[in-house]
Nanobody, 123 residues
């Protein structure tokens, strides 16, 4: 199983969409999440989506600005990030909780992780 994503450099107020493509047959039975981490701090939850996109959950810092979505045909999860702020600068990780139909915000409950993608928001 591999999870991959693409990040970038964005100016404050701008937007970026992260994507994470998963290989393997587990995707449609999984809860997918996004986490982020800055040096010296613990990895923090950003957003998660259940298997059929019927449930989505966001950290307070992401509410109203970020949208998580998924395409089970493409085995891909997305994080649309708008109105970016310098404090959003971090390494972003996608993660899969397999098999699962219940959203969790706890990183330890996720089974597979992407390698991380760096986002820098300049002021």
């Amino acid at each position: 199983v591999q999870l991959q994503g693409l990040g970038g450099l964005v100016q404050a107020g701008g937007w970026l969409r992260l994507s994470c493509a998963a290989s393997g047959r587990f995707f449609s039975n999984s809860v997918m999440g996004w986490f982020r981490q800055v040096p010296g701090k613990e990895r923090e939850f950003v957003a998660a989506i259940n298997w059929n996109s019927g449930l989505r959950y966001y950290a307070d810092s992401a509410k109203g600005r970020f949208t998580i979505s998924r395409d089970n045909y493409k085995n891909t999860v997305y994080l649309q990030m708008n109105s970016l702020k310098p404090e959003d600068t971090a390494v972003y990780y996608c993660a899969a909780d397999v098999p699962s139909f219940r959203i969790t915000t706890t990183s330890a409950e996720y089974d597979y992780w992407g390698q991380g993608t760096e986002l820098t928001v300049s002021s």
